[in-house]
């Protein structure tokens, strides 16, 4: 499941968790704005074998048809992805 913004922002203390993590999905904003940083998807390269879908830790990346595509609205840019891509299909480049 890709990330999704929630309807309602946190406007008092007892909107948020008491805990260290907020519940699963819970985003109150686009969090890709420090990236400098991103991973572009070489779809002559992908072969679809979606090992950058396991490994993103922010579950951005998705499945379309036999290629994937990715969400920057909540990429970090953190280059996991590349490295998991054996295929060299993943490239990092910088933010213009
Ligand atoms: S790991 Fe590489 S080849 Fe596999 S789906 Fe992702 S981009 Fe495509
Ligand atoms: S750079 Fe990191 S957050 Fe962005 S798609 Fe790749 S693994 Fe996911």
Redesign the pocket.
Known sequence: MKPYLRDKVPTALSDIPDNTAYEAGFLVTKNAGWRNI??VVDLEKCVGCLQ?YL????G??SREGNKVT?DYDF????????KMCRFGA?NMEVEK
């Open positions: 991103r991973p950058c490994y993103c830790p922010d951005v990346i990715l990429c970090k840019g953190c280059g996991i992805c590349k993943i």
